[in-house]
């Protein structure tokens, strides 16, 4: 094995090229080189590596015993090298890009007022909604910014914001009377399907809120939808009940019933513990605090929220 210096990517890249095409002449086509090169760099690389990486034949380049238990490592490599490109490129085309991730449950309105915030400063920023698993993962690697995720989530070792918690209500069929501040009928639910949206978007919120359905009936029929909003075209055909943002309760065809605060959805702004600050130097968790807090104000205001109820 020699310590010669070379672009092991590029030499890395001639061996892939060799084994898969079988063949010095096609590997020289594939990489739009020359086959004198090819061969003069497979050589240096296993040279430089100290294996025997092809048997070189008059008709065939065959792969050793040693080549084939590398190639699969060197075929990795390749790809992680395009994936890493591909990404700087990216992040180099979004340039001061602020990104914030959002979980599929936070309403309209609060993301407008979270991006509006977080964009006070100058920043260009692009929300993007996720799973809260996948929010929180990219946090932590620095892909986002921030987000805002579902709560119950597991945080890992994010900084997380305060808790907010804006009112949801239980959306029934119109057939099943006026929309009503009274006491919940949970027994009329029975043999009814509960419908939400996927548990993958975020599962223990999603458990949670099972949990609080089963405490009132026992052994719910769960039935899981893409959107928010074909929630409300199963609802509206009759076939079930949802528990959703208060927002609903304003759509045609449905009635709503007023829920307990336990039912509340509940927000918390995450971010990197060692990434707090924006390119102002602004608490960006603080930022999207006063966001959500204010959402949730408002939500109270405009009459969307419904308040509490017996159980």
Do not use: K, N
């Amino acid at each position: 094995m020699t310590t010669t210096r070379i672009d092991l990517l590029r030499h890395w890249a001639i061996f892939v090229a060799v084994a898969e095409e079988g063949h010095f002449g096609a590997a020289a086509d594939r990489l739009a080189m020359t086959q004198p090169s090819v061969s003069q760099g497979l050589r240096r690389l296993e040279d430089r590596v100290g294996l025997q990486l092809i048997d070189r034949g008059a008709r065939a380049a065959v792969v050793t015993a040693e080549g084939r238990r590398v190639l699969p490592l060197a075929r990795t490599l390749l790809r992680d090298a395009e994936h890493l490109a591909a990404e700087a490129g990216r992040i180099a085309a979004r340039g001061g890009t602020l990104e914030c991730g959002v979980a599929a449950a936070v309403p309209t309105s609060a993301v407008a007022g979270a991006v509006a915030a977080l964009a006070a400063s100058g920043a260009r920023v692009e929300a993007r909604r996720a799973t809260c698993p996948r929010i929180v993962d990219a946090v932590g690697t620095g892909e986002m910014a921030c987000g805002v995720v579902e709560d119950p989530t597991p945080y890992a070792d994010l900084a997380r914001g305060r808790l907010h918690r804006l009112p949801r209500v239980l959306l029934v069929p119109a057939g099943w009377g006026p929309s009503a501040r009274r006491r919940l009928d949970w027994a009329r639910l029975a043999g009814h399907h509960l419908v939400t949206t996927p548990r993958d978007e975020c599962p223990a919120a999603h458990d949670l809120l099972v949990d609080l359905v089963a405490a009132r009936l026992p052994l719910p029929r769960v039935v899981q939808v893409d959107r928010a909003w074909d929630i409300v075209g199963r609802i509206a055909g009759g076939e079930g009940y949802a528990v959703v943002d208060a927002a609903f309760a304003r759509a045609s065809g449905l009635a709503w019933r007023a829920l307990p605060r336990e039912f509340d959805l509940r927000l918390r702004a995450v971010v990197h513990p060692e990434r707090q600050t924006d390119h102002a130097q602004r608490d960006v968790r603080a930022v999207l605090d006063e966001a959500l807090a204010a959402a949730a104000r408002d939500a109270v205001s405009a009459g969307t929220a419904v308040g509490d109820c017996d159980d």
